[in-house]
């Protein structure tokens, strides 16, 4: 599978497009005004105690309170609190954790005012963005990623990612880490880590080792609340998380921003920085790449499959639902219940890819046709289950109901991505009325004799939609084009153009020159 990655830079952030095999997969959006990322690390201090949630309310420095439950404090809250005050007290063991001892794992049944208290401060990092009116998720439990490697401080624990399937390569890979694990930390080795050397991973080990110890000098000089760590931009984020060896190509339209992605690809990836290109043509990079043709066609509420299948996709604050719909799909095979099935499977590969595309998180109902045999609901289920593979967010997918009805959970970090497709009509301005005919040739009538008195234009065109043109042309001898050539002494000549619309017209001098009025 060939997979490309087309970043462009605008003035209000930065958009990238993710492409397998040509076609839109994932759409991300880097606004520069967005305070929050997933990732960042704040040194915060309490707002408010929710006894009756056993929650509190952090605050972090933004508009809206960060939101976090007693068991998003963490299994090593309480090793957490130890390394923070020591790091505010300028230890110097608190930048590397060699020789600190770790603090008792913190209880999963307990009550959140007794761990902590108003305006007590504290080490929090963003799980979730703020979405519709909520503020960003928070939890206690800090990680830094990496390309190969997670650094979890205040634990010796290390993890293999359970899609790599080997048995051999995990545990070469746990040998590996548990070699160059320093003390006070544990390591999650991610799926891109399959294969790689010693070398490599403890260059990327470095790499995270470094944004600690930076983290470290700044709790020594600021207060609460403040970011202590911000997580990589979106651009380099998504190359830590998806740059693979099947990648054929980066295309970057900017050349402060090429110069970037190429040296963070050089320095997580050697000898692959060459697959990083500057797009230089004067057509916009996502209308070169076909992206924006992909964008109009698949948002919106309507989403229309090539084999005339299509889908019905709602929005609510609770849930997103998905209606199939067969549309004037040819009915083949051995009736209706294998045309069902079809349908089915072709809808539940789009469905899989406008989850990742759009990135629809938290509770999605779809709704296929019907089917009545159970072998067929069957291999509904393994299309989807296979589908999904590829979406990197945690999920879940429950088999057909007896409804016909299909949920998925599906991680939520984020807003869901919603582009409006539509635009505002030229004509009516989005009001839905236009003005009346009569309006309309009266405001040519007043250029007419503004272009005759004040231009001293003797001889024009007059471009106009078909049905004015009828209007001023009706009756020729008694016509409005007629009793304006004779009232404003000029010779007039009125043409159609189906390209105008209803309300719009042109002026042209003799030369053919167009005059802006």
């Not at 976090?68 to 505010?88: Q, T, V």
């Not at 159970?374 to 409804?403: C, G, Q, W, Y």
């Amino acid at each position: 599978m060939e997979k490309e990655l087309i970043i462009s830079s605008t003035p209000e952030g930065v958009k990238i497009a993710l492409t397998e095999d040509k076609r839109l997969v994932e759409l991300h959006s880097e606004v520069k005004s967005s305070p929050y990322m997933v990732g960042d690390i704040y040194f915060g201090k309490v707002k408010k105690i929710m006894s009756g949630l056993n929650a509190a309310f952090i605050d972090v420095g933004g508009d809206k309170e960060g939101f976090m439950h007693y068991l998003d404090l963490g299994p090593d809250y309480l090793s957490s609190d130890k390394y923070l005050r020591l790091a505010m007290g300028g230890n110097a063991s608190a930048a590397t954790l060699n020789g600190f001892e770790t603090e008792p794992v913190l209880p999963k049944v307990g009550n959140f005012d007794n761990v902590l208290k108003v305006g007590q401060p504290l080490l929090v990092q963003v799980t979730k963005e703020p979405i519709s009116t909520k503020g960003p998720k928070l939890t206690g439990d800090l990680s830094l990623a990496g390309h190969y490697l997670v650094l979890t401080p205040f634990n010796d624990r290390i993890s293999i990612s359970q899609k790599i399937k080997g048995s051999e390569e995990r545990g070469r890979l746990r040998r590996l880490v548990q070699s160059i694990r320093p003390d006070g930390f544990g390591l999650i080795v991610r799926t891109v880590a399959e294969g790689r050397s010693v070398a490599e991973l403890d260059t990327d080990l470095h790499q995270l080792l470094d944004r600690w110890q930076k983290m470290t000098l700044q709790l020594r000089r600021v207060s609460a609340p403040c970011k202590v760590h911000a997580e990589l931009d979106t651009t380099t984020a998504l190359l830590r998380d998806v740059l693979t060896d099947d990648f054929s190509a980066v295309y970057v339209d900017n050349a402060a921003l090429f110069d970037e992605v190429k040296a963070y690809v050089a320095s997580i990836a050697p000898g692959k920085d060459d697959i990083v290109k500057h797009y230089k043509l004067e057509t916009p990079i996502f209308e070169q790449f076909g992206v924006q043709r992909d964008i109009r066609r698949s948002f919106g509420r309507i989403v229309t499959i090539r084999s005339g299948v299509y889908l019905y996709v709602e929005h609510t604050e609770a849930m997103h639902v998905i209606d199939v719909n067969s549309g004037n799909h040819i009915k083949a095979g051995e009736g209706q219940e294998d045309t069902a099935l079809q349908v089915n499977i072709e809808s539940a590969k789009e469905i899989a890819r406008q989850l990742r595309l759009r990135d629809m998180g938290g509770i999605v109902i779809i709704d296929f046709i019907d089917m009545n045999k159970a072998e067929n609901r069957k291999a509904l289920f393994d299309v989807m289950t296979e589908e999904m593979r590829r979406d990197k967010a945690r999920h879940t997918i429950l088999p057909l109901s007896k409804f016909g009805l299909m949920q998925i959970t599906r991680q939520r970090v984020r807003p869901a991505m919603v582009i409006d497709v539509q635009e505002k009509c030229p004509l009516c301005d989005g009001t839905g009325k236009i003005k009346q005919s009569m309006v309309v040739v009266d405001e040519i009538e007043s250029n007419l004799k503004y272009l005759q008195n004040s231009q001293n234009e003797r001889r024009l065109t007059l471009v106009t939609h078909p049905y004015i043109y009828a209007y001023l042309t009706k009756g020729w001898l008694k016509s409005i084009k007629r009793k304006w050539s004779r009232a404003y002494r000029l010779k007039l000549d009125v043409k159609q153009s189906e390209s105008l619309g209803l309300l719009e017209y042109k002026f042209y001098h003799s030369n053919g020159d167009e005059i802006e009025l």
